[in-house]
């Protein structure tokens, strides 16, 4: 169990914080927060044996955990003082800053600034509530400022007279966007960034999407090709793997031979070179790598996600596909974020709709597999499900069985995300 212990002067956002609870609980997106009041001038959260302090629009200079800055008065600084300061201090979390046509939440990560903007800022304690609540239930500082964000302009939307229902944020129109180089508005803005702005990636074709094989070696994909995979991917860990250009060629020959979809894992220059299919790239690559070498060369991309923000991250940079993971624990790659689960995962579903087609990955397997698909995704992607079997062939048989949508997938979709299951 988790805990959530709000100071007396914020005693106000319990009317928003049991609802947003209350929620959490009804989709399982996390352990039970249990909620208290003391007399302290700080929020303390524990989760599990880590706790967190936050304090509001306080300039404690010895105070150790976040601090808040969600007041404005004007003159207001500019997004680009803030960022700074964000860059220069992690403890900073700038929420609602306001700018000539919206809000600029900030926040620091990895020793970068990193933000998301929208045109109406919604309402106050909702926001600072759903912060909260979000931190509690364990998402990362990312996904908790934006989840604040959409749920704050929904509470809005939806309390109008009033009266309204308090509900989690599903619709993509809620979320602010982050602020990356694609973003329209970025430079009337101020907002320095590191990536480069890039034109929509090519599509893959959807109708061979279902079953998405991830092996480390060139003889696999050369296996699973002659089972009839249409999609697959090369993952080779070791960047000094000599027979690494090699193995790059012989997948790009043979995903051209039998007409497969046939991606490349991080080696995006042998992928341009020897002209692959596509790259599969994490978010950590979106500042490193040559995208628009890599859109120019005309190869397909695929994001890692991790959770909300990266997943709309990876939207304002129109890949190919969006990797949403990791769903299941794992051991065949060190991950920098918890298991997903079913239930977020239906939501992250939810929120890019069809927009881009998505590939859930991470730990499943075949009994796991079936659960995963009802959530809607595109493809479902696999390891050691195929490349442990005592019988490939037959696994890969058992999985495209099972991956095929029924006649009627919106009426089931809409079960799924009325009630996400449980299981």
């Known amino acids: 169990m988790s805990s959530l212990c709000l100071p007396d002067h914020l005693t106000p956002l319990l009317m928003h914080v049991e609802p947003l609870l209350a929620n959490a609980d009804q989709y399982q997106l996390g352990n039970t927060v249990s909620v208290s009041v003391s007399e302290s001038g700080v929020v303390d959260i524990k989760i599990e044996e880590r706790q967190l302090s936050l304090i509001f629009n306080q300039a404690e200079a010895d105070f150790s955990g976040f601090k808040i800055l969600d007041q404005w008065y004007a003159p207001y600084p500019s997004v680009r003082e803030m960022q700074v300061k964000v860059e220069q201090d992690s403890r900073v979390i700038v929420c609602g800053l306001p700018t000539e ?117 060139a003889e696999w994909v050369d296996r699973l090709l002659e089972l009839g995979v249409k999609t697959t991917q090369l993952r080779i860990k070791n960047s000094q793997d000599p027979q ?54 005309g190869l397909r991309i695929g994001l890692s996600t991790h959770g909300y923000y990266e997943i709309l991250r990876a939207v304002e940079f129109s890949p190919s596909y969006i990797a949403l993971g990791h769903i299941f624990p794992t051991t065949t790659k060190e991950m920098p974020s918890k298991p997903q689960g079913l239930n977020r995962l239906a939501l992250y579903q939810k929120l890019i709709g069809d927009t881009f087609p998505t590939v ?53 979709n809409e079960k799924i995300t009325d009630r996400i299951d449980a299981d």
């Open 101 to 217: 046509k919206g809000c600029v939440d900030i926040w620091h990560h990895n020793g970068e600034a990193r933000a998301v903007y929208c045109h109406h800022a919604g309402a106050g304690e909702p926001q600072r509530a759903m912060l909260l609540c979000a931190l509690a239930l364990d998402y990362p500082l990312e996904d908790a400022v934006t989840l604040a964000r959409a749920h704050a302009r929904g509470y809005q939307s939806s309390h109008q007279d009033g009266h309204g229902e308090v509900s989690w944020p599903v619709s993509r129109e809620l979320f602010p966007r982050p602020l990356t180089a694609n973003h329209p508005e970025v430079d009337v803005l101020g907002w320095q960034s590191k990536e480069v702005a890039v034109e929509p990636f090519c599509a893959t074709d959807a109708q061979q999407l279902a079953l998405y094989p991830v092996v480390d070696t």
């Open 244 to 297: 690494l250009e090699t193995q790059v060629q012989q997948i790009i020959a043979a995903g051209n031979q039998y007409q497969a979809q046939v991606f490349v894992n991080d080696y995006w220059q042998l992928a341009i070179k020897h002209q692959a299919y596509g790259v599969h790239l994490g978010q950590e690559d979106l500042e490193t790598a040559d995208l628009v070498a890599i859109q120019q060369a």
């Open 360 to 412: 859930a990955i991470g730990g499943i397997d075949l009994p796991r597999a079936e659960k995963v698909w009802r959530t809607g995704v595109s493809s479902v992607a696999v390891v050691r499900a195929i490349t442990e079997a005592s019988d490939p062939a037959m696994a890969v048989d058992a999985f495209n069985q099972l991956l095929v949508r029924p006649e009627f997938p919106d009426a089931i």
